[in-house]
């Protein structure tokens, strides 16, 4: 679930770091932060509703630290904090885009429709997680009955932030549903537009083991899936499934060629540095890899990203062809 902002005529004009005006009170404090680590990670952290690894302060300043966010790539961090006497009381991902790449969100033809009509789309305003599709908060403000006015309060910053600025829009990618209501229903906000998607989402429904999944397929998808998982047992690679913390240097360095230069045969931009690799490893079990050996080489990787909860699935590199590799590391 995604939402933008109206588009709107007007030019760039320069940043400024903060300003007060929330609740047209002095007490109350709008910030915009050019790097994550201008905010507290504990208090950043204890605002988010759930633990979903992608807006944690660790893995945004991973991205900043890794040379991922960058100008001349079009990722500029803006981000927001609302703060009450001092204290952090709410905050966003945000960021100042100068293209639409890495969001996974496809407007191009928004604005191209907005150039030809004589306006500059870009740099437009970003609410997400840089390169990550995946759904999760994006309106940090705890979880008491503060939580939906200080939403409201960080929707008006975006649009009166965008409106400062003289920027084009305002866009919110892979919110949560119930942040929403932050931006209006229907003839009460008329500023937002409310676009969705389809994602497939595979859950555990209690499955003690791999052939207890299996049982329930039917007969034609339960062959299929044993001849593909043989093709790669009979290959004479060696499959390991490894926490990011216990990956060497060497390791990482492996994993992020793999990386690239699957990116790099399909002619796309590979966005997360070898740094970034790195830095993930440093963040505890937060990332999780799937790796097939031959010998000490690793010749194919599935990079995975974890919460309590959910195991994300994000990258996929490999420089072997084995038939049904690519299904054993990133799925089964």
């Not at 979903?52 to 991205?63: E, Q």
């Not at 952090?88 to 033809?109: I, Q, R, T």
């Not at 604005?111 to 970003?126: D, T």
């Not at 409201?152 to 400062?164: C, F, P, S, T």
Request: glycine share 8%; charged share 20%.
């Amino acid at each position: 679930m995604c939402a933008m902002g109206s588009l709107r005529d007007g030019r760039h004009r320069p940043l400024a770091g903060s300003y007060n005006g929330w609740a047209n009170s002095a007490m109350h404090d709008i910030r915009f932060h050019a790097a994550i680590t201008e905010l507290p990670a504990a208090e950043w952290d204890a605002l988010c509703a759930d633990a979903n690894p992608f807006v944690s302060h660790a893995f945004l300043a991973a991205l900043e630290r890794g040379g991922c966010i960058r100008p001349d790539w079009g990722w500029q961090a803006h981000h927001l904090s609302l703060h009450e006497n001092g204290r952090l009381l709410a905050a966003a991902p945000l960021y100042l885009k100068g293209n639409s790449h890495g969001e996974f969100v496809f407007d191009w033809s928004w604005a191209s429709a907005w150039e030809r009509a004589g306006g500059e789309y870009y740099p437009k305003l970003l609410c997400g997680v840089p390169y990550s599709p995946v759904p999760g908060p994006r309106l940090l403000a705890g979880h008491d009955e503060r939580t939906p006015m200080l939403q409201r309060a960080l929707v008006e910053a975006m649009r009166n932030e965008a409106d400062r600025m003289g920027l084009s829009s305002v866009h919110v990618n892979f919110l949560q549903e119930t942040e929403l209501a932050a931006f209006g229903q229907g003839h009460s906000n008329p500023h937002w537009l409310a676009r969705s998607d389809v994602q497939f989402h595979w859950h555990n429904h209690g499955y003690r083991h791999f052939p207890a999944f299996l049982a329930t397929l039917n007969h034609k998808k339960r062959k299929n899936i044993l001849r593909e998982r043989s093709q790669v047992a009979a290959s004479g690679v060696a499959i390991e499934w490894r926490s990011g913390d216990t990956l060497s240097s060497d390791e990482w360095r492996q994993v992020h060629a793999l990386y690239e230069t699957t990116f790099d045969m399909k002619g796309n931009h590979a966005a997360l540095t070898a740094a970034f690799f790195r830095q993930l490893g440093e963040l505890g079990g937060t990332a999780q890899l799937a790796l097939a050996r031959k010998d000490e080489t690793i010749v194919a990787m599935a990079l995975f990203i974890q919460s309590d909860k959910v195991l994300y699935g994000r990258y996929w590199g490999a420089s072997v062809d084995v038939p049904g590799l690519h299904f054993e590391l990133c799925y089964y």
